[in-house]
């Protein structure tokens, strides 16, 4: 489960982040754009119910910027 949602995650940010297509993300991690999509919905629906999600998909979108900035 943990793992789902990591992927879930990942998958949410590498739509936010970039411009890949949802067909270019679920390549990129051996799923469908089906797989791709219902992960970002599932995030989005995190985000409402969950008071940590936020803090988390900030806290990771953060450490990816830094990364870009160096």
């Known amino acids: 489960k943990s793992t ?3 992927r879930q995650v990942a998958i949410y ?3 936010k982040l970039t411009s890949l297509s949802l067909d270019d ?3 990129q991690l051996n799923r469908n754009h089906t797989t791709a999509l219902y992960s970002i919905q599932k995030v989005e629906d995190l985000l409402k119910s969950d008071s940590e999600m936020p803090n988390i998909i900030r806290d990771i979108s953060s450490n990816i910027n830094s990364l870009q900035d160096r």
């Open 4 to 6: 789902a949602l990591a």
């Open 25 to 27: 993300i679920g390549k």
């Open 13 to 15: 940010l590498m739509r």
